[in-house]
């Protein structure tokens, strides 16, 4: 597609639910991240794809967090039995080129997650 | 590991005026990221620069690779400029690392 596109765009669950979230970047690109930003809060790493692997799981703040990428195309963010203090609005983004600062990145407009 | 300071954190401004947002940072990086949010979430990325200048319309970034210090200025103000102002750096300098963030300057343009 043209740009990144992410789904939901909202997601309202309650407390201890798992929710997925879905990321599709922009074709070719190689490189695949997650962000998360809770109110009020800048955005946070939360995990790093080159290709299908997953170099950098530094930012996953609990066990309860995970991610895949397939085909080296669309991720899945996976949190499981989910907690209030997990309501942020979670953003992916891609780039042409590998990890760090030499790409421009470009994001998607987000999936807003609010737990009850 | 690096860390980024924005300043300032607000600002309003009158639809004409010239506004200056400044970033500095603590480790040597190899380019240096501004991105705009608008107030409906959506993220997207203004400059990449390494040294000197880049312009586009009416915003400008310069960077000062010595002294660890960018500026985003943006001419002629208008009130759709109104935005959060994002900066970001190769967490472990270079280009190594993931992105940081810088907390954001929270742009007002009053018409």
């Known amino acids: 597609g043209a740009g990144v596109s992410q789904s939901p765009s909202n997601k309202v669950t309650e407390k201890g639910k798992d929710v997925e979230l879905r990321c599709d970047p922009i074709?070719?690109?190689?490189?695949l991240y997650w962000y998360r930003q809770s109110l009020g809060q800048g955005l946070e790493f939360l995990i790093y794809?080159?290709?299908?692997?997953?170099?950098?799981k530094s930012g996953l703040p609990s066990d309860r967090f995970s991610a895949e990428r397939t085909g080296g195309s669309v991720s899945t963010l996976t949190i499981q039995r989910t907690q209030q203090e997990d309501s942020a609005v979670y953003l992916c983004?891609?780039?042409?080129?590998?990890?760090?600062?030499?790409?421009?990145?470009?994001f998607g407009d987000g999936t807003r997650l609010s737990i009850l | 590991k690096n860390e980024v300071e924005q300043s300032p954190q607000n600002l309003t401004a009158q639809e004409g005026e010239f506004i200056t947002i400044n970033c500095s940072y603590s480790?040597?990086?190899?380019?240096l990221h501004w991105l705009q949010q608008h107030p409906g979430g959506g993220i997207v990325s203004l400059f990449m620069?390494?040294?000197g200048k880049k312009k586009h319309g009416r915003l400008i970034a310069t960077i000062n690779i010595q002294e660890k210090h960018s500026s985003l200025h943006i001419t002629a103000s208008h009130p759709r400029d109104s935005a959060v102002y994002i900066c970001?750096?190769?967490?472990?300098?270079?280009?190594?690392?993931?992105?940081?963030f810088g907390k954001g300057t929270k742009l007002s343009v009053k018409p």
């Open positions: 074709s070719g690109h190689t490189a």
């Open positions: 970001a750096v190769p967490s472990y300098g270079g280009s190594q690392g993931n992105l940081i």
């Open positions: 794809f080159q290709g299908n692997s997953a170099p950098d």
């Open positions: 620069l390494s040294s």
């Open positions: 480790v040597g990086i190899s380019a």
């Open positions: 983004a891609s780039s042409a080129g590998t990890r760090g600062g030499n790409q421009p990145q470009h």
